[in-house]
């Protein structure tokens, strides 16, 4: 996350595409090493074509106005971090 490294451990395929076709898509449930109590993650592995904007912004944006609008506690998802791949300093465009 930014300049951090954090280490997540996959429990569990939540979400996964049968055939590979469109994003690819697999969802993971994790959990943070080393964090206790343990929460648990969604982590969203997708493919996307590099002309197509992300949807990490989109998520950022909703799940703020979620939180400021909004107490405790929440039933919804709230957005952690968003990244894209990158292979030698280049995007990966590689499905």
């Known amino acids: 996350r930014l300049d951090n490294t954090e280490c997540f451990v996959l429990v569990d395929v939540v979400f996964s595409r049968p055939v590979i076709s469109g994003r ?3 969802v ?6 080393g964090e ?3 929460k648990y993650y969604a982590i969203k592995d997708s493919w996307r074509d ?6 990490g912004v989109m998520l950022e944006n909703v799940t703020s106005q979620l939180l ?3 107490v405790y506690p929440l039933r919804v998802a709230e957005y ?6 990158k292979i030698k300093g280049k995007d ?4």
């Open 36 to 38: 206790n109590p343990r």
């Open 50 to 55: 590099l002309t197509h904007g992300s949807e």
């Open 28 to 33: 993971w449930k994790a959990f943070k090493k």
């Open 80 to 85: 952690y971090h968003h990244e894209d791949l």
């Open 92 to 95: 990966d465009d590689i499905l």
């Open 68 to 70: 400021s609008d909004y």
């Open 24 to 26: 690819a898509t697999t």
